[in-house]
């Protein structure tokens, strides 16, 4: 596995379709965040991904290019993540775009700096869910999709999706019981530093997007709440 950064807490996800003021995007990089992702699922494009690069680059905080479409695929990035969607009902979302894409770029990757996340979407009102043709799974799916995740594919992220909505601690919990070898990432609706740390106890990476754009001082204590939780 080339995926080095493996230790990590907390991760800020940037939405290249969303505008952050400078002042805002400096205190996100300064935050003491491990990285920062730039990704999103509806209306990404590479001018809008290249704007958050070039911004984010006036710090040192590692970036990372979490991809979602062939179309913002771009040099200049210190990680790339590309989803594979577990629960999609459809191929394409689970490898598909995944194998065009590597036809096109298997020549200039470095796979050191590339992982790829296995992603359980678990909020159906998530535009992910629907974008990418998603069935609810149940308890006994998820875990068996990240048993999948771990032991099929040998993949270094297992990604529980609750885009939007905050999610089950204690199916995070099981899921984390499942898991040895693979990362597990959470992330959807953590807006405070409780609910932060709630979720770090058992994840190994929390994500905390939506509430960067909603109340960037809430947003910026879930930093250190992460950083305080350790796991069980
Ligand atoms: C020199 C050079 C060009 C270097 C780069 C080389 C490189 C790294 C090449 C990449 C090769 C490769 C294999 C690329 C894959 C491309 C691809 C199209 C993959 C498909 C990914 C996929 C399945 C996307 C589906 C949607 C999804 C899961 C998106 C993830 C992000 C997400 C869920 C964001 C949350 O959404 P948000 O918009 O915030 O939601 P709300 O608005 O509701 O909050
Ligand atoms: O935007 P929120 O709901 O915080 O979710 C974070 C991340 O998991 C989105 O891909
Ligand atoms: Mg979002």
Redesign the pocket.
């Known amino acids: 596995m080339g995926y080095t950064a493996n230790n990590w807490n907390h991760l800020f996800k940037l939405?290249p379709a969303k505008e952050i003021s400078d002042e805002h995007l400096d205190r996100i990089c300064e935050s003491g965040t491990d990285a920062v992702i730039v990704?999103?699922?509806?209306e990404v494009t590479l001018d809008g991904v290249l704007d958050l690069l070039s911004r984010i680059r006036r710090h040192t905080v590692p970036c990372i290019l979490?991809?979602?479409?062939?179309e913002t695929?771009?040099?200049g990035f210190d990680y790339?993540y590309?989803?594979?969607?577990l629960n999609s009902m459809e191929k394409k979302?689970v490898m598909d775009?995944?194998h065009q894409?590597?036809k096109e770029?298997k020549a200039?990757?470095n796979w050191d700096e590339?992982a790829v996340e296995g992603?359980c979407i678990l909020n159906q009102e998530?535009?992910?869910f629907t974008?990418?043709n998603c069935t609810v799974p149940d308890e006994e799916d998820v875990l068996a999709y990240a048993a999948m995740a771990e032991n099929f594919f040998h993949l270094p992220v297992f990604y529980m999706?609750y885009?939007?909505t905050y999610g089950d601690p204690q199916l995070v919990e099981k899921v984390k019981n499942e898991l040895h070898h693979t990362k597990l990432f959470y992330g959807g609706g953590i807006e405070n530093s409780f609910q932060a740390g709630e979720m770090k106890k058992h994840a190994d990476t929390i994500v905390v997007?939506?509430i960067i754009y909603e109340d960037i001082k809430k947003a910026l204590k879930t930093v250190k709440a992460a950083n305080e939780t350790n796991d069980e």
Request: aromatic share 10%.
């Open positions: 939405d990704g999103g699922t509806d979490e991809l979602s479409s062939m695929i771009t040099p790339y590309i989803p594979m969607v979302w775009l995944q894409a590597l770029y200039l990757m590339t992603y998530a535009k992910a974008k990418t999706e885009s939007g997007g939506n």
